[in-house]
C-alpha cells in the first residue's frame, strides 16, 4: 500500500513539475532528465540486474541517434521511422557483441564493449555516407508534427516521460517475469545458477538485447530532441560513462536508481556548464569522476540502497541482526 | 620486401616494445589481484604529462624525466592501491570497474582542466636527431625508448621469477592466507605490485613524451591497447605482453602504412575483439 502511495506522488510531480517551473531553461533542463533516466534505466537491466557491466552502450544509443536522423537525412522521412530501424539495428549488434563476450568474465565484457564503442565511432567518423565528423542533421523546419522538432520542450518533456515509464514498466515486469529470477540467480552465482538448471547465457543476452532497445529508443529521442547527431554526441565514450554513472549513483539493480541519478547528476552537469563556461565541461568530468570513485569505495549499491537497507528490518522482523 | 618495409616494422617493434612495458604492470596487477585497472592508460599519459613539465622546469629530457616519472607514478600507484584499490577489491564486481573507471575520469580531466585539451609536445632536448645503420633511419628518442623499455620489460620478469620479492608477490596471488601463514603480508605485496605497475607506466609515458602527441585523452587509446596487448599475451604472463606488445607495435605500423592511419586503431581494436572471441586465454596464457 505504501509503494502505492509513493508511486502516485512520484508520478503527480513528474506530471506537474514542467507546469509549476515552466522557463524554458527548467523545462529543459526535466526533459534532460528523464531523457537520461530512460538511457540509465535500459543500461540497468543489463548492467544493474544482469550484473553485465557495460561501458560501450553509447554504440546502440548511437543506433538510435544515427537510424533517426538518417531516415531524414537519407530518405526525408520523420525521424520517428528511424526509431525501428535503431531498434533492429542495435539488438542485432547487442547479439553479436553479447553471444562471444557473455561466456566469459565480467571484466572482458566491459574491456569488449569500450572496444566495440572505439571501433564504431572511428568508423563512423571516417565514413562520409554518415557525415563523417560532420555527422547529420535533422529537419531544420518541421514539415508536420510526425517530424517532433518543437521550439519549447515541453512536448519533448512528456513524450520522455511516457517512454520513460515504458522503460521501467518493462523493467518491473522482467524482474518479476521467469528472466528475472533467473538474472537474480546468476547475479548471485552464475555456476549455481547453471547446475539449478538457469539458462545463463540466454538469459544474460536476453537482457542486454532489450537493454540495447531501450537504448536506441534513447539515442533517437537524443537526437530528435538537439536536431543532429555527430560521432561525439551520439558515439563518444563519454555518453556511456554518463549513463552508467546515473545508473550506478542511484542504485544499478533498483528500478528508480537511475532515475534518481538522472535526477541528480543532470542538473549538476547543466549548472556548472552555464556557471563555468567552457572551462566547465572539464571540470563536471573531474566531478563525475569523483563521484564514482566515491561510490564505488563508500557505497557501491547506490543512493537508493540507503533506504532499502534500513527497510529491510521491518518487513522481516524475526531477523535480529542482519550479517 | 622494400626498405620503406623494413623500416616501418624496425619502427613498430620499437613502439611495441613500450607497449610491452606498460602493458606488463597491467598483466602484473590482474594476475596478482584479479583486478582490471581501467585507468591504466591515464597512468601512462599522466607519465607524459610528468615528462613534459620536468622539462619545462629543468630541462634535462628523458635522462631527468623518466626516473622523475617513474618515481612519481609509483608513488601514485601506492596511494591509489591504499585509498581505492584495497577495498574495492574485495567489493563487488561493478564497485571494481567502477572505481578504477572514475579514477581514469579524475586523472583525464584534471589534466585536461589544468593543461586544456591542446596538443602538446616536446621542445627540441639532448635527446634529438637520427641515426643511420645500413640505410635505415631511426630517431634517436625511438631508439632510446624501444631499447630502455625492452631491458625494463626483461628486468621485471628476471624481478618476478627468480628473485625473493618475486616469488613472495606469486605466493600472495597464488593464496593469500597461505602466504600470511608463511611471515608474508599481502597487503605489502600488492602494494609494491601496484608500485612497481604504475612506475612501468610511468617510465613508459616519459620514454614516449619525447615523439607521441601529448594530449589528456591519449589515455583512453593507450588503455586499450594495453588491454588489447593483456588479452593477447594472456593476463599474468609479462613474456606474453612482450610478444604481444611487440606484435601489436608492428600490426599498427604495418596497418598504418599499408591501409591508411585512421585505420591503424581499427585494426588493433577488432584484432582484440577476434581474440576475446576465439581465444580468450591469449597466445600464451591459461584460463
Known amino acids: 500500500m505504501r509503494r502505492w502511495i509513493w508511486l502516485s506522488v512520484v508520478v503527480a510531480i513528474a506530471i506537474a513539475y514542467p507546469l509549476l517551473l515552466s522557463s524554458p531553461f527548467q523545462q529543459r533542463l526535466g526533459a534532460l532528465v528523464l531523457l537520461y533516466a530512460i538511457a540509465a534505466s535500459a543500461w540497468n537491466i543489463v548492467g544493474g540486474y544482469a550484473g553485465q557491466v557495460s561501458v560501450g552502450h553509447v554504440v546502440f544509443f548511437g543506433c538510435g541517434a544515427y537510424a533517426a536522423m538518417g531516415s531524414y537525412a537519407k530518405f526525408g522521412l520523420s525521424p520517428l521511422f528511424g526509431i525501428p530501424g535503431g531498434i533492429v539495428i542495435a539488438v542485432g549488434l547487442a547479439a553479436i557483441i553479447g553471444v562471444p563476450t557473455l561466456r566469459l568474465s565480467g571484466h572482458y565484457f566491459s574491456m569488449a564493449t569500450i572496444a566495440v564503442a572505439e571501433t564504431m565511432r572511428l568508423i563512423v567518423t571516417n565514413t562520409d555516407w554518415l557525415g563523417a565528423a560532420v555527422g547529420l542533421s535533422g529537419p531544420t523546419v518541421p514539415r508536420n508534427i510526425f517530424d517532433l522538432s518543437f521550439l519549447s520542450s515541453l512536448p519533448y518533456y512528456y513524450l520522455f516521460l511516457v517512454i520513460l515509464a515504458i522503460t521501467l514498466f518493462v523493467t518491473w515486469w522482467m524482474t518479476n517475469s521467469r528472466m528475472g529470477f533467473y538474472l537474480r540467480a546468476i547475479k548471485d552465482s552464475e555456476r549455481a545458477a547453471r547446475s539449478l538448471g538457469a539458462p545463463a547465457s540466454r538469459t544474460k543476452l536476453y537482457a542486454y538485447m532489450l537493454s540495447a532497445a531501450f537504448t536506441s529508443v534513447a539515442g533517437a529521442l537524443y537526437a530528435m530532441m538537439f536536431g543532429f547527431v555527430d560521432p561525439e554526441s551520439g558515439l563518444g565514450i563519454l555518453i556511456s560513462v554518463k549513463i552508467l554513472i546515473m545508473a550506478a549513483l542511484g542504485g544499478a539493480g533498483l528500478l528508480f536508481g537511475p532515475l534518481v541519478g538522472a535526477a541528480i547528476l543532470v542538473p549538476l552537469e547543466e549548472i556548472s556548464n552555464s556557471w563555468l563556461g567552457g572551462k566547465g565541461a572539464g571540470l563536471t568530468f573531474v566531478l563525475y569522476g569523483a563521484i564514482i570513485v566515491l561510490i564505488a569505495r563508500f557505497q557501491p549499491g547506490g543512493l537508493l540502497s540507503l533506504f532499502t537497507r534500513r527497510r529491510k528490518p521491518s518487513a522481516d522482523p524475526g531477523a535480529s541482526h542482519a550479517p | ?287
Open chain 2, 1 to 287: 620486401m622494400s626498405f620503406v618495409l623494413v623500416q616501418v616494422i624496425v619502427g613498430g617493434l620499437l613502439l611495441g616494445a613500450v607497449y610491452a612495458l606498460f602493458s606488463s604492470g597491467l598483466t602484473l596487477v590482474w594476475g596478482m589481484m584479479n583486478i582490471v585497472n581501467f585507468a591504466h592508460g591515464d597512468f601512462v599519459m599522466l607519465g607524459m604529462y610528468v615528462a613534459y613539465v620536468v622539462y619545462t622546469l629543468m630541462g634535462g629530457g628523458p635522462i631527468l624525466g623518466a626516473p622523475l616519472a617513474t618515481l612519481v607514478l609509483a608513488t601514485v600507484g601506492v596511494v591509489v592501491y591504499f585509498a581505492l584499490i584495497r577495498d574495492i577489491m574485495k567489493g563487488p564486481m561493478l564497485a571494481q570497474i567502477l572505481g578504477t573507471f572514475g579514477l581514469a575520469l579524475l586523472l583525464r580531466y584534471s589534466v585536461f582542466w589544468w593543461f586544456g585539451a591542446n596538443f602538446l609536445s616536446m621542445p627540441q632536448n639532448i635527446v634529438g636527431g637520427t641515426y643511420a645503420f645500413a640505410g635505415l633511419r631511426i630517431e634517436a628518442s625511438r631508439l632510446l625508448a624501444g631499447v630502455v623499455a625492452l631491458l625494463v620489460t626483461l628486468g621485471l620478469h628476471l624481478l618476478l621469477t627468480r628473485t625473493s620479492l618475486g616469488s613472495k608477490m606469486l605466493a600472495v596471488a597464488e593464496d593469500q592466507t597461505a602466504a600470511q601463514l608463511m611471515g608474508i603480508r599481502p597487503d605489502t605485496m600488492q602494494a609494491i605490485a601496484w608500485a612497481i605497475a604504475a612506475g612501468a607506466t610511468g617510465l613508459a609515458g616519459a620514454l614516449i613524451a619525447n615523439f607521441f602527441y601529448i594530449v589528456p585523452t591519449v589515455g583512453e587509446t593507450l588503455g586499450i591497447v594495453a588491454f588489447v596487448t593483456v588479452s593477447l599475451g594472456g593476463f599474468g604472463s609479462v613474456p606474453g605482453a612482450l610478444v604481444a606488445g611487440l606484435l601489436i607495435g608492428v600490426i599498427e605500423s604495418l596497418s598504418g602504412y599499408l591501409i591508411g592511419a585512421i585505420y591503424k586503431d581499427i585494426v588493433v581494436y577488432v584484432l582484440f575483439l577476434l581474440f576475446l572471441w576465439f581465444r580468450p586465454q591469449g597466445l600464451m596464457g591459461k584460463m
